[in-house]
């Protein structure tokens, strides 16, 4: 009976362990293996048809998230948040982007929303449309007024 309650207790503690440190060996693991910033260069083409609303796709090793506004245009954002380096996605019901790790916002424009994690917004690339084929480059796009 002893031995049973031993066994029953190391078992509670194990798990307990294994519940207080995975958050931690969790966020340890994403800060050593994050991806990198946006480095110029590099290139991705698709069809304009495939991006209904959105479309996450790789331009080298960098995601990316390729939008397609209500008025039609077609804009590209790197999809790395700059809190944690999760993947964030496209919430077309609001027009924003959202990352799920600790819940992060950024604006229609890739702006951080203030109160949420991210300290950075999110870069703007550059799209170029020839009929229907766009080609998605990791250069930053410039201001228009610059």
């Excluded at 077609?74 to 019901?93: E, N």
């Excluded at 959202?98 to 229609?108: A, L, M, P, S």
């Amino acid at each position: 009976m002893e031995g049973k309650r031993r066994n029953v207790l190391k078992g509670i503690f194990g798990a307990t362990a294994a519940f207080f440190t995975a958050p931690i060996v969790y966020a340890v693991g994403r800060f050593i293996s994050h991806i990198p910033d946006v480095k110029s260069g590099g290139s991705a083409t698709l069809a304009a048809s495939e991006v209904a609303p959105s479309k996450l796709i790789r331009v080298g090793e960098e995601p990316v998230v390729v939008i397609k506004e209500k008025d039609g245009d077609i804009r590209a954002f790197t999809a790395t948040c700059t809190h944690l380096k999760c993947i964030v996605s496209y919430r077309p019901q609001t027009s924003d982007f959202f990352c799920k790790c600790h819940r992060g916002e950024y604006d229609t424009n890739g702006v951080n929303v203030p109160g949420t994690r991210p300290k950075r917004p999110l870069t703007e690339l550059t799209v170029n449309k020839d009929g229907e084929t766009l080609t998605i480059s990791l250069t930053p796009l410039k201001p228009q007024n610059a």
